[in-house]
């Protein structure tokens, strides 16, 4: 689990961050220390949430379960109490204006492809009690019985009207450390391990709906291969309708399927049973033919050998007589 310095709007966010609030630096040694994800235990017996439910505030996360049989994506809402499991498609996390922060100077964020100073809505790694804190885990109580090592989190793509960027960074003089973007091809993937709960910053460069295709695949401890794939949903600023996200559908690329064998290649590999009938007559014409041959041999030679010795028989006889004229 990792910590960083989130984006600061102002060179007055300072103040804030000696009191505890979390901001992107103006400046890298003007970080505040990253807090650790809080440390957690999910209750085996956590209900499912039903019914749309926005969050603009607390801490949710995102993960693999199967606690309900099979293997897929869930949130984990622990906004308030009870706790609830939540498909995706019922939430969306609402990115609200106090999430704004400024692009810090300096190369160590050149990779946001902002201008220093330009204005970004942030869900910060570090807990700001005014912004969703969105994170992930590995720690639904099933998953940690069942899983081989880790997962591998794959992000699929993105829709929105701006780009995204996810990166980590730890401690007050850390560079920041990418994750995943949009400037970068998709799909992008990051391993994580069993038994991790971790929070990163999510930065957008616009107001509006963002869809992001995520999927997670893992090896089981039973030897099955598992993969669950979904979209979370954004609203980002206070002007942007969560009604918007959740009607929205994501249209990047579909799954990839299975590619079919061409039916020609199918032919080819499959076996002909006349083929295989009309090889067999060919093999026993072959040995029929053989063996004929073979027997008028024997025959010719049986003929051979009895005249060689009728000749034998006739010469010796002649020889006989002679001799006893």
Same mark, same amino acid.
């Given at each position: 689990?990792?910590?960083?310095?989130?984006?600061? /709007?102002?060179?007055?966010?300072?103040?804030?961050?000696?009191?505890?609030?979390?901001?992107?630096?103006?400046?890298?040694?003007l970080?505040?220390?990253?807090?650790e994800?809080?440390?957690?235990?999910?209750d085996?017996g956590?209900?499912?949430?039903?019914?749309?439910?926005?969050?603009?505030?607390?801490?949710?996360?995102?993960?693999?379960?199967?606690?309900?049989?099979?293997?897929i994506?869930?949130i984990h809402?622990?906004?308030?109490?009870?706790?609830?499991?939540?498909?995706?498609?019922?939430v969306?996390?609402?990115?609200? #204006?106090?999430g704004?922060l400024?692009?810090?100077?300096?190369?160590?964020?050149?990779?946001l492809?902002?201008?220093?100073g330009?204005e970004?809505w942030?869900?910060p790694?570090t /807990?700001?009690a005014?912004v969703?804190?969105?994170?992930w885990?590995t720690?639904?109580?099933?998953?940690?019985?069942?899983?081989?090592?880790?997962?591998?989190?794959r992000?699929?793509?993105?829709?929105?009207?701006?780009?995204?960027?996810a990166?980590?960074?730890?401690g007050n003089?850390?560079?920041?450390?990418?994750?995943w973007?949009?400037?970068?091809?998709?799909?992008?993937?990051?391993?994580i391990?069993?038994n991790?709960?971790?929070?990163a910053?999510w930065?957008?460069? /616009? @107001?509006?709906?963002?869809?992001?295709?995520?999927?997670?695949?893992?090896?089981l401890?039973d030897?099955?291969?598992?993969?669950?794939? #979904?979209?979370?949903?954004?609203?980002?600023?206070?002007?942007t309708?969560?009604?918007?996200?959740?009607?929205?559908?994501?249209?990047g690329p579909?799954?990839?399927a299975?590619?079919?064998?061409?039916?020609?290649q199918a032919?080819?590999?499959?076996?002909d @049973?006349?083929?295989g009938?009309?090889l067999?007559?060919?093999i026993g014409?072959?040995?029929?033919?053989?063996?004929?041959?073979?027997?008028?041999a024997?025959v010719?030679?049986a003929?051979?050998? /009895?005249?060689?010795?009728?000749?034998?028989?006739?010469?010796?006889?002649?020889?006989?007589?002679?001799?006893?004229?």
């Open positions: 689990m990792n910590s960083t310095r989130p984006l600061v /709007r102002t060179a007055a966010f300072v103040a804030l961050l000696l009191a505890g609030l979390t901001a992107l630096p103006v400046a890298p040694a970080a505040a220390p990253a807090d994800p809080p440390a957690q235990t999910i085996p956590q209900s499912q949430g039903t019914g749309q439910f926005v969050v603009d505030r607390g801490h949710v996360d995102f993960g693999p379960t199967l606690n309900t049989g099979e293997w994506v869930q809402d622990d906004t308030g109490t009870p706790k609830y499991w939540r498909n995706p498609e019922d969306v996390m609402k990115v609200t #204006d106090a704004v400024t692009v810090p100077e300096g190369d160590a964020y050149a990779f492809q902002q201008a220093p330009t970004v942030v869900v790694q /807990r700001n005014d969703v804190w969105t994170g885990n720690q639904e109580p099933t998953v940690l019985e069942s899983l081989n090592l880790g997962t591998t989190l992000i699929h793509g993105v829709d929105g009207p701006g780009d995204v960027s990166y980590l960074q730890s003089f850390g560079d920041p450390q990418p994750l973007s949009t400037f970068d091809a998709f799909p992008q993937e990051t391993w391990e069993v991790t709960h971790t929070h910053n930065v957008f460069s /616009r @107001p509006g709906v963002y869809l992001v295709e995520i999927e997670f695949e893992a090896d401890i030897g099955r291969n598992v993969s669950a794939r #979904d979209t979370l949903r954004f609203a980002v600023g206070d002007e309708d969560p009604a918007e996200a959740f009607a929205a559908v994501y249209s579909a799954p990839a299975d590619p079919e064998p061409a039916a020609d032919d080819a590999a499959a076996p @049973p006349d083929a009938t009309d067999g007559l060919v014409a072959v040995v029929a033919a053989v063996a004929v041959a073979l027997a008028a024997i010719v030679a003929l051979a050998t /009895r005249r060689a010795k009728a000749r034998a028989r006739a010469g010796s006889g002649a020889r006989t007589g002679s001799d006893t004229r």
